[in-house]
Nanobody
């Protein structure tokens, strides 16, 4: 699968953005999708992921309650809805995918699987001004 993240931009504190991850290739509904971000001077970190049964998990305490991951298998897209954005959310955001029918309840570290074995697309820059 090939992926392309989009939807980033320059916003102000408190604003919302929805990032999209468009996929090409067959069997998108059999892929687990992860969202990651990398801030300047920092290592890449996992934001969260969604499994084939629409189960979601969020790795960062700082985004819980503000970020929501979803997917549309018909249009082969995944989304990262980001609300109440903060300057510390500034980063390049990436999506990645790996074929896996494991659910998050079966594999709590599913995002690690995506990180290590997934296909990646170019990121999209999100900048939150204070």
């Amino acid at each position: 699968v090939q992926l392309q993240a989009s939807g980033g931009g320059l916003v102000q504190t408190g604003d919302s953005l929805r990032l999209s991850c468009a996929a090409s290739g067959p069997a998108f509904d059999y892929y687990a999708i992860g969202w990651f971000r990398q801030a300047p001077g920092k290592e890449r970190e996992g934001v969260g992921c969604i499994d084939v049964s629409d189960g979601t998990s969020y790795q960062l305490e700082s985004v819980k309650g503000r970020f929501t991951i979803s997917r549309d298998n018909i249009n082969k897209e995944a989304y990262l809805q980001m609300d109440s954005l903060k300057p510390e959310d500034t980063a390049v955001y990436y999506c990645a995918a790996t074929p896996s029918t494991l659910t998050i309840s079966q594999a709590p570290n599913l995002i690690r699987l995506i990180n290590d074995f997934g296909s990646w697309g170019p990121g999209t820059q999100v900048t939150v001004s204070s």
